[in-house]
């Protein structure tokens, strides 16, 4: 969970070696170089808090470099650890450096700043930063949760003078989040010493905070009830607060100005889209703004109607469909939070439009025109069905043909998949999504891979982790019919492998023989019962993911085979519409979400025996 430690004065031994030694590390860890901007701050601005630590007297203490937050890639620069000079227990503080020498507010905002190096794209207030940080871990972290008062939190403006950043003290600091720059280096060298007893290895409790058990995630449809009728209860980090709060910002400024603008955020599985879907919901409904969240997906919406609307069935209302918006008046929202808009289609029309709605108007520019601010929360790595329009490049595009400003935010970090960047790079390698070609799995100790050999394997896994009290899913590609259940209300076992064999999840809304609605699969217990197919695995998570890939994509030699004959989706049998290579990339999409559903870990398994031996050939 920290790419490396040392104490204060063990840290005097390496100062000139130190970023060196972190750069081989997130190689070997993460297998990423580091950027050339945390390269420069590891030698710029780690020299700077290790001088104060030691003009403070406080060589024994704890260093925790690029500390991981739990289930997220995330990391906080440095952890201090040591004794606390007045309970005599664990102290614990989160630094976050800051190489800037000037900072100022983003126009009348108090939570966005702007920051020179960084052009016209705002960034959160540090405080908030590292205050959010301090917030997860107590979150997550039951060392902590057990102490909460043995954390803190602070950002550290080496190089900033208190007038080049005045304007940061328009937020008031706490014990989680509080602001000291290079001028004021006297004091915060007094703050230290109020954390740290001198004299005292911290050792002991980095062992204790390094080992602590994780507590489960606080899954999004769990919650979302409290989000959006009560109050926010996900914390959000880094590039989700920057999204949120821009969001916010931006709807407040179209409120005032009379102005429209589209936010796109990007990010890859679990990088907490729907997080801040659901939290920027809940906000601008308790600020009384016009809001509603859409998305393409029948099984997340009516999933998000039913639990988010348990208690009150009026805020079902607020979950709607991409096209539910085909007669709407323009910007008669103060802002729409499309999620999952990879899923935009070509336009809104079907066979029960009706005629004076049938103007062949694309559906991205109904979705454009019905709010003031529109934000489109998107994987382009998820476009999984023929005529799936939602890509950045589309949206700009329309958006530019109305004269409409966007605003882009990525989401780099990864909350899904144990928060392991490592999982994510090998699995979409190995789908030949990202160059360099597949590689072997080297392990990772928060996200577990196993290739199984068969699906009686597969099964008997995933039911220990239910008996475990985890959440457990199989899915499969769409690589066998989909038949309706009998008239006595029992399903048809289609899938088949060998003697093993199981139905599909419903199609239908209603439950049947036990089994839940095709919506609620993912979500419901008795869902484990049917094998999940993208349609309805796409948007939400569970703990342990078991991944059946069929024969219709497959390995020979050097790289994957598509088999179109053996694929059995209806949406990919018209070859006008869905080329060949179209088919091929479509496919590798399916798998690649399949593959990152899983929040702890992912079984997989292979009808095709040469796939399946190269599988195994790559974990170990």
Not at 11 to 35: C, D, H, I, V, W
Not at 135 to 151: I, K, W
Not at 349 to 369: F, I, M, N
Not at 463 to 471: D, F, N, P
Request: negative net charge; charged residues 25%.
């Amino acid at each position: 969970m920290t790419l490396y430690r040392q104490s204060v004065a063990g840290f005097s031994a390496l100062e000139n070696q130190l970023a060196a030694l972190l750069a081989e590390q997130m190689t070997y860890r993460t297998g990423r170089k580091p950027s050339a901007g945390e390269y420069r701050s590891w030698e710029r601005s780690l020299p700077a808090l290790h001088a104060d630590l030691v003009a403070a007297g406080l060589h024994e203490v704890e260093m925790l470099f690029e500390y991981q937050l739990p289930l997220t890639s995330k990391r906080a620069d440095v952890v201090l650890v040591g004794q606390h000079p007045q309970t005599g227990g664990p102290s614990y503080l989160v630094v976050e450096l800051k190489q800037w020498s000037h900072a100022e507010r983003f126009e009348d905002s108090d939570s966005l700043i702007q920051i020179e190096q960084y052009g016209h794209r705002p960034v959160t207030h540090p405080a908030l930063q590292v205050r959010d940080y301090c917030d997860y871990m107590l979150g997550f972290t039951t060392v902590l949760a057990d102490q909460p008062e043995s954390l803190a939190g602070v950002a550290y403006l080496h190089n900033a003078t208190e007038s080049a950043v005045e304007d940061l003290y328009r937020i008031p600091g706490d014990r989680l989040g509080s602001i000291y720059t290079g001028q004021r280096r006297g004091e915060f060298q007094d703050f230290l010493r109020s954390r740290f007893s001198p004299g005292v290895s911290g050792a002991a409790y980095a062992d204790h905070l390094l080992s602590s058990r994780i507590a489960p995630s606080r899954q999004l449809l769990a919650v979302a009830a409290e989000e959006v009728q009560h109050r926010e209860m996900f914390v959000l980090l880094d590039e989700q607060r920057d999204a949120y709060n821009y969001v916010l910002h931006a709807v407040e400024r179209a409120r005032r100005a009379n102005t429209k603008t589209a936010v796109i955020v990007s990010g890859g599985p679990g990088s907490g889209k729907s997080v801040i879907a659901l939290s920027l919901l809940g906000e601008l409904s308790r600020q009384g703004r016009s809001v509603l969240h859409a998305t393409g997906s029948r099984s997340f919406t009516q999933t998000l109607r039913k639990v988010a609307g348990k208690r009150a069935p009026r805020v079902q209302k607020m979950f709607q469909y991409f096209n539910s918006f085909i007669a709407a008046e323009p910007n008669d929202l103060d802002a729409l939070i499309l999620d999952e808009a990879h899923r935009i289609r070509d336009t809104s029309a079907s066979r029960w439009t009706r005629a004076e709605h049938r103007t062949g108007k694309p559906q991205v520019e109904e979705l454009l025109d019905a709010a003031r601010v529109p934000v489109f929360l998107l994987d382009e790595f998820q476009v999984v069905r023929p005529g799936e329009q939602g890509t950045v490049e589309d949206i700009e595009k329309h958006a530019a043909n109305h004269g409409i400003e966007v605003v882009k935010i990525d989401l780099d970090a990864q909350f899904r998949c144990g928060g392991s960047e490592e999982y994510v790079l090998w699995a979409k390698r190995l789908l030949g999504l990202e160059p360099g070609g597949p590689m072997e799995w080297t392990g990772d100790p928060h996200f577990d891979v196993e290739v199984v050999d068969s699906p009686y394997e597969m099964e008997a896994y995933l039911a220990t982790k239910l008996e475990g009290g985890y959440s457990a899913r199989m899915a499969a590609g769409y690589c066998w019919p989909w038949s309706d259940p009998r008239p006595d209300g029992t399903l048809v076992p289609d899938v088949q492998v060998g003697d093993w064999a199981k139905p599909w999840n419903l199609k239908g809304e209603r439950s049947v023989g036990g089994a839940p609605a095709a919506a609620l699969w993912a979500t419901d217990p008795a869902g484990f019962g049917q094998v999940g197919c993208v349609y309805t695995a796409q948007g939400f998570e569970y703990d342990y993911s078991g991944v059946i890939l069929g024969p219709d994509l497959v390995w020979r030699e050097d790289r994957w085979i598509p088999v179109r004959a053996a694929n059995c989706d209806p949406d990919f049998k018209n070859r006008t519409k869905v080329s060949d290579v179209d088919f091929d990339r479509l496919v590798r999409n399916v798998y690649k979400v399949l593959l990152t559903r899983g929040m702890r870990g992912v079984t997989l398994f292979s009808t095709d025996p040469e796939t399946q031996e190269f599988l195994r050939g790559l974990v170990r």
